[in-house]
């Protein structure tokens, strides 16, 4: 089973990046996929979710606007799609893939809720 994270590198403020997450070894159109993000010193942050569907999306308040996540089951693909892109946005960005059913697609916000993940794709954003 793996997650693999492409399409991060380096920008400048208000510029745009897509990233995308394959996964491989199981299909992963039944689960909630994730976004979270860990600058230096800092702690694994959530950033977005999306629902199995795609139906049903969540966002940190800090993103929302900017940033717009997205899945093609068929290629077994999840996306994030970053725009307006600030230097607060600079972190290796992980993607997360859930199997659980939650209550609601907000409780997917604590990392401990994805039992898989990818590498990490590093983003930068300068000033």
């Known amino acids: 089973v793996q997650l693999q994270a492409s399409g991060g590198g380096l920008v400048q403020a208000g510029g745009s990046l897509r990233l995308s997450c394959t996964a491989s070894g199981r299909t992963f159109s039944s689960d909630y996929m994730g976004w979270f993000r860990q600058a230096p010193g800092e702690e694994r942050e959530f950033v977005a979710s999306?629902?199995?569907?795609?139906?049903?999306?969540y966002y940190t308040d800090s993103v929302k606007g900017r940033f717009t996540i997205s899945r093609d089951n068929t290629k077994n693909t999840v996306s994030l799609q970053m725009n307006t892109l600030k230097p607060e946005d600079t972190a290796v960005y992980y993607c997360?893939?859930?199997?659980?059913?939650?209550?609601?697609?907000?409780?997917?916000?604590?990392?401990?809720?994805?039992?898989?993940w990818g590498q990490g794709t590093q983003v930068t954003v300068s000033s």
């Open positions: 999306i629902s199995p569907s795609g139906e049903s999306t």
């Open positions: 997360a893939a859930s199997n659980l059913r939650p209550p609601t697609i907000r409780v997917l916000q604590r990392a401990e809720m994805y039992a898989y």
